[in-house]
């Protein structure tokens, strides 16, 4: 906690992206900058040209689409990744099918 009361921000990192999270939109990006300066220094390039202002309801990252809106947090998948999802759980099922068809013979 800042000391005006207010939280921190945050970066959370999926595999070489990060995400900020904070109570003001200044503040966001200025972690956001910090974050790249920091990666570039340790030999990470950062694109200022794919960064994205923060936002309540932010676009997909990593498939997944969370809204912070009411003061809750909501997750959900994109209709992209829930058919990938789908389709390798019925590709385990037809591989167990298989492999008992095979114990019985």
Known sequence: IRFDGHL???IF?????GRA???SRDLCWDAVCRFASVCCKHGVQSAERKRTF???TPGPWAGTVLHTDNGEVV???TTKKWQKTKAKVAMLVELVRRAD???EE
């Open 8 to 10: 921190a921000c945050e």
């Open 13 to 17: 990192i999926y595999v070489d992206d």
């Open 21 to 23: 999270t904070g109570h």
């Open 54 to 56: 923060p936002s309540l």
């Open 75 to 77: 997750a959900t998948v």
């Open 101 to 103: 068809m095979e114990v």
